[in-house]
């Protein structure tokens, strides 16, 4: 049973271009959270996705950064325009379903993005 | 917005002492929580978890232990080997499926 899955592992990007980064949760998995981690630091939240829906983006940056989940395919966490403070690893969780009772989430390998 | 902290950034111990880590959380609201394990160029790998209607929980050589008067979480490993080494972090769970995590504790097993 593969786990939480994301590619690319490492992306270099000059600033101003655009970063994609994709997810593809455990099987069985309809719900997303992406993740932002620096160097020496705790990850911070950014938003949560379920098929076709945004649920929380409540820790995603006002502008530059984008999340979709669609119905066919990975979860795409777009940022444009990229800027060196955007560099630090970006990852992926997944969990079966809220309900009443929270579930766990499960981690992918994240995206070590760097911004020259 | 609510932060959870650890008491201590780093910890060495021996091989085959027992480790217990730290975790202070500030939301007497949280009810969710799970210990996560992240080793050097790897995502987060879950632990152990716990709810608020438990103060203690064990696991395979991890117990995590929680005290909600204090608002206080542990993570005890038995027994620690070289490849606990990593760093670890407390996750904190109000409502909805968003986790507050702390900075992370640095474990180092001495061989």
């Known amino acids: 049973n593969a786990g939480v899955m994301q590619n690319p592992r490492h992306l270099v990007r000059r600033r101003g271009q655009e970063a994609r980064l994709r997810c593809s949760p455990m099987?069985?998995?309809?719900?997303v959270y992406w993740y932002r981690q620096l160097p020496e630091e705790g990850l911070k939240f950014m938003v949560y996705l379920q098929k076709e829906n945004i649920i929380d983006e409540s820790g995603m940056p006002k502008e530059r950064f984008s999340a979709e989940f669609p119905k066919e395919g990975p979860s795409i966490l777009r940022i444009q325009q990229v800027v060196r403070g955007d560099s630090a690893a970006y990852f992926c969780?997944?969990?079966?379903?809220?309900?009443?009772?929270?579930?766990?989430?499960?981690f992918g390998p994240g995206t070590r993005l760097l911004v020259l | 917005g609510e932060s959870v902290g650890l008491h201590l950034p780093t910890l060495s111990v021996q091989e085959g002492d027992n480790s217990i880590i730290n975790c202070a959380y500030s939301n007497s609201a949280s009810d969710y929580f799970i210990w996560y394990k992240q080793e050097s160029g790897k995502g987060p790998q879950f632990i152990i978890d716990?709810?608020?209607?438990?103060d203690k929980r064990q696991g395979q050589r991890v117990t995590v232990l929680l005290n909600k008067t204090v608002k206080h979480l542990s993570l005890q490993i038995a027994a620690t080997q070289p490849g606990d080494s990593a760093v670890y972090f407390c996750a904190e769970n109000m409502a909805g499926n968003q986790f507050y995590f702390g900075t992370g504790t640095s474990l180092t097993v001495i061989p």
């Open positions: 716990i709810r608020s209607n438990m």
């Open positions: 969780a997944s969990s079966p379903s809220t309900g009443l009772r929270r579930e766990t989430q499960y």
């Open positions: 099987k069985g998995h309809s719900h």
